[in-house]
């Protein structure tokens, strides 16, 4: 059973992730669906942190699909080495991008977005799924998001292994 989030207001965003993510650890502990725990996974982000978009893209052969998000209708699919996710599925890294303007073959799903961060989730040393988040802000993304969206990653890495 799901129980609202309990986040203090007015935390730094690194407050903010260090209480968010127990909890999310919670939601997903005893639910094995994919799916199910990639919406609330990306659910809990979206009221924590009121970011323009974030979602997650799945490895499905030689494209990743649209999975669940919350934001702003998206591209469905997208080519290895395509845009940002693209690229960092084929480099097999993660990708902060200050400025969308400034990433050469960007794909814009919404005129909105301004800055990104892209992490590669891994099944078995492969990449199976895309942790995509975008803002409305320009240089909106840190290390400091790298690092905690890590840490949810891990989480669901150990989903799905
Ligand atoms: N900007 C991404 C496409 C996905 S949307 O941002 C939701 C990219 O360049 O891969």
């Known amino acids: 059973?799901?129980?609202d989030l309990k986040l203090t207001p007015g935390l730094s965003?690194?407050?903010t992730y260090k209480e968010l993510i127990p909890q999310i650890e919670a939601?997903?502990?005893n639910e094995n669906d994919l799916v199910a725990n990639l919406a609330n996974i990306a659910a809990a982000l979206k009221e924590s942190f009121g970011f323009?978009?974030?979602?997650?893209y799945i490895v499905k052969e030689d494209e990743l699909v649209l999975g669940p998000f919350q934001g702003p209708v998206a591209c469905t699919r997208i080519k290895k080495g395509k845009?940002?996710?693209?690229?960092?599925?084929?480099?097999?890294r993660s990708i902060i991008v200050p400025d969308v303007d400034q990433f050469p073959g960007h794909i814009a799903c919404s005129s909105?977005?301004?800055s990104e961060i892209v992490l590669p989730v891994y099944k078995h040393e492969?990449?199976?799924l895309i942790l995509d988040l975008d803002s409305d802000?320009?240089?909106d993304f840190s290390e400091i998001d790298e690092q905690y969206l890590m840490e949810l990653i891990r989480i669901v890495e150990r989903k799905i292994v």
């Open 112 to 114: 909105q977005s301004k």
């Open 13 to 15: 965003r690194e407050q």
């Open 126 to 128: 492969e990449v199976s």
């Open 1 to 3: 059973m799901a129980e």
């Open 52 to 56: 323009l978009w974030i979602g997650f």
């Open 83 to 92: 845009g940002v996710c693209g690229t960092a599925w084929m480099e097999k």
């Open 137 to 139: 802000r320009l240089n």
């Open 27 to 29: 939601l997903v502990c």
